[in-house]
């Protein structure tokens, strides 16, 4: 019998190396290496035997859309790139205590509910902890099939005798094991190997197949990086944890566009869709606050408005604080460069505070027209105009380039009552009854708050 090899494969990115090392050659992670051994003799190559001749075919023909099972989980569904498609493998990444599973029965119940048969199969809790969170959620009804296991080899099984189900979810691929690898459950060739079964049964028997996976930041327990790239969709479910929005959003999806988000609230019963998101991203003002602006963005393909929030304050003597949450921080550098240089701020000697409302993460670079405005708004303590959003991108000689979709984000912001909104020159489209003000040097917005309070309309 062979002698088994062992190797050592970082837990966070999959790399595999010969001798043990405190930090990952390839992701740079530390402490993320691990001995594990190594599965098979590595494989021959081809040999002598010959293959099929494949049929090679043009790129017109005929094509059918996959058929879709929609959860009725209207934010979900539309994540999936419009309902869930049959024989797809999903993994679903997410801090824990996110609301992963909470997210998951209420899909696989409400289907379940409504006539197809569904399996969740959790190796995390047992099946009366389940029941308890079903009736928490008023599901205890639903004619959903339920085991608490981590054998890959029963769930195969199970899910291979009689008929198929629908979907089925595995809550956490962390906790799964197959019994013919050497390795302990979580390590990423446990992980690897019962992720590549549990995928080829969904194929197998056209089941959608929900796999939970954990991200851990001290990479211990294998990140469902190593998996995106067996998966067709990966989503993952966000939020701070202080505040009860939850956002999902599809990083990979084979089937769908990718960025789409899904806004859900966390409450007592559950999580419920938040079918319009920008009522809740914005703050509640009764009258203008300075140093608070109202960003038209877009994401995935749906355009919301946020409040982004600045605050500039004296510092003491010393290097003064930069925080951000929401956005990239290398993004406020530069915004407060171009300030500071082409707009003459001195804004270099002083803290300065970056929040987006709601716990949203912006990755727009036309959000830096609103964060300049909240940032020139506090410093002057000057409110920005009532009723008024802002979107633009900033280069860095301190010009306004225009941005993508700006008609759907002018029409967004009509729908929910603003009357005016600061642009990039050559925006056009805008709906009756909003105003556009455009710009094309960042200085000309910086101006504005220069001018006595009362000039401006
Ligand atoms: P859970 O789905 O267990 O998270 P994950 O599977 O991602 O680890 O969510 C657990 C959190 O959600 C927990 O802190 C309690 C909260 N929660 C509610 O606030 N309301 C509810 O109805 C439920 C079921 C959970
Ligand atoms: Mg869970």
Same mark, same amino acid.
């Given at each position: 019998?062979?002698?088994?090899?062992?190797?050592?494969?970082?837990q966070?990115?999959?790399?595999?190396?010969?001798?043990?090392?405190?930090?990952?050659?390839?992701?740079?992670?530390?402490?993320?290496?691990?001995?594990?051994?190594?599965?098979?003799?590595?494989?021959?190559?081809?040999?002598?035997?010959?293959?099929?001749?494949?049929?090679?075919?043009?790129?017109?023909?005929?094509?059918?859309?996959?058929?879709?099972?929609?959860?009725?989980?209207?934010?979900?569904?539309?994540?999936?790139?419009?309902?869930?498609?049959?024989?797809?493998a999903l993994l679903v990444g997410g801090d824990p205590g996110i609301g992963k599973s909470t997210l998951l029965l209420?899909a696989v119940?409400?289907?379940?509910?409504?006539?197809?048969?569904c399996v969740y199969i959790s190796g995390e809790e047992g099946v009366d902890q389940i029941r308890l969170r079903a009736?928490?959620?008023?599901?205890?009804?639903?004619?959903l099939a339920l085991a608490s296991a981590t054998s890959v080899r029963d769930i195969v099984t199970t899910l291979?005798?009689?008929?198929?189900p629908?979907v089925a979810v595995i809550d956490s691929i962390q906790t799964m094991y197959l019994d013919s690898l050497?390795a302990a459950p979580g390590t990423v060739t446990q992980v690897r190997g019962a992720a590549q079964e549990l995928i080829?049964l969904a194929?197998?028997?056209?089941t959608?197949m929900f796999l939970v996976g954990h991200v851990t930041?001290?990479?211990q327990i294998a990140g469902p990086?190593v998996l995106?790239?067996?998966v067709?969709?990966?989503?993952?479910f966000?939020?701070?944890?202080?505040?009860?929005?939850?956002?999902?959003?599809?990083?990979?999806?084979?089937?769908?566009?990718?960025?789409?988000?899904?806004?859900?609230?966390?409450?007592?019963?559950?999580?419920?869709?938040?079918?319009?998101?920008?009522?809740?991203?914005?703050?509640?003002?009764?009258?203008?606050?300075? #140093?608070?602006? =109202? $960003?038209?963005? /877009?994401?995935?393909?749906?355009? *919301?408005?946020?409040?982004? @929030? +600045?605050?500039?304050?004296?510092?003491?003597?010393?290097?003064?604080?930069?925080?951000?949450?929401?956005?990239?921080?290398?993004?406020?550098?530069?915004?407060?460069?171009?300030?500071?240089?082409?707009?003459?701020?001195?804004?270099?000697?002083?803290?300065?505070?970056?929040?987006?409302?709601?716990?949203?993460?912006?990755?727009?670079?036309?959000?830096?027209?609103?964060?300049?405005?909240?940032?020139?708004?506090?410093?002057?303590?000057?409110?920005?105009?009532? #009723?008024?959003? =802002? $979107?633009?991108? /900033?280069?860095?000689?301190?010009? *306004?380039?225009?941005?993508? @979709? +700006?008609?759907?984000?002018?029409?967004?912001?009509?729908?929910?009552?603003?009357?005016?909104?600061?642009?990039?020159?050559?925006?056009?489209?805008?709906?009756?009854?909003?105003?556009?003000?455009?710009?094309?040097?960042?200085?000309?917005?910086?101006?504005?708050?220069?001018?006595?309070?009362?000039?401006?309309?």
């Amino acid at each position: 019998m062979a002698k088994a090899q062992q190797i050592f494969v970082c837990q966070a990115c999959g790399a595999q190396a010969h001798k043990w090392a405190g930090r990952c050659e390839t992701c740079g992670e530390w402490n993320s290496i691990v001995a594990e051994t190594a599965a098979a003799a590595p494989p021959k190559g081809l040999g002598a035997g010959k293959g099929a001749k494949l049929e090679l075919v043009g790129l017109a023909g005929e094509t059918t859309p996959p058929p879709r099972l929609v959860t009725g989980i209207g934010e979900l569904d539309r994540v999936a790139g419009g309902g869930l498609v049959e024989g797809s493998a999903l993994l679903v990444g997410g801090d824990p205590g996110i609301g992963k599973s909470t997210l998951l029965l209420q899909a696989v119940a409400a289907l379940a509910g409504r006539g197809a048969p569904c399996v969740y199969i959790s190796g995390e809790e047992g099946v009366d902890q389940i029941r308890l969170r079903a009736r928490r959620l008023g599901l205890e009804k639903a004619p959903l099939a339920l085991a608490s296991a981590t054998s890959v080899r029963d769930i195969v099984t199970t899910l291979e005798t009689g008929t198929a189900p629908k979907v089925a979810v595995i809550d956490s691929i962390q906790t799964m094991y197959l019994d013919s690898l050497d390795a302990a459950p979580g390590t990423v060739t446990q992980v690897r190997g019962a992720a590549q079964e549990l995928i080829r049964l969904a194929k197998r028997r056209g089941t959608v197949m929900f796999l939970v996976g954990h991200v851990t930041k001290e990479g211990q327990i294998a990140g469902p990086r190593v998996l995106e790239h067996m998966v067709d969709t990966v989503l993952y479910f966000e939020g701070e944890r202080g505040h009860q929005f939850r956002l999902l959003r599809a990083v990979k999806n084979r089937f769908g566009p990718a960025n789409e988000i899904g806004v859900f609230q966390m409450g007592d019963a559950g999580l419920a869709e938040v079918p319009n998101p920008s009522a809740l991203l914005l703050g509640n003002h009764e009258r203008p606050v300075s #140093g608070a602006a =109202v $960003f038209a963005g /877009i994401e995935g393909t749906r355009p *919301v408005l946020v409040e982004i @929030q +600045a605050l500039v304050a004296g510092a003491p003597p010393g290097s003064p604080r930069r925080a951000v949450v929401g956005w990239d921080s290398g993004r406020l550098s530069m915004i407060l460069a171009v300030l500071e240089a082409r707009c003459g701020l001195a804004l270099s000697a002083k803290d300065v505070y970056l929040n987006v409302a709601g716990g949203l993460k912006i990755g727009e670079p036309a959000a830096d027209l609103a964060v300049a405005a909240a940032l020139v708004s506090s410093l002057t303590d000057r409110p920005l105009p009532e #009723g008024n959003v =802002v $979107f633009g991108e /900033i280069g860095l000689s301190g010009e *306004v380039r225009p941005v993508a @979709q +700006a008609e759907s984000r002018l029409k967004e912001a009509a729908k929910l009552g603003f009357r005016r909104a600061m642009v990039p020159k050559g925006t056009s489209g805008a709906p009756t009854g909003l105003k556009i003000e455009t710009f094309d040097r960042l200085i000309d917005l910086v101006a504005l708050f220069a001018e006595p309070p009362g000039r401006r309309a």
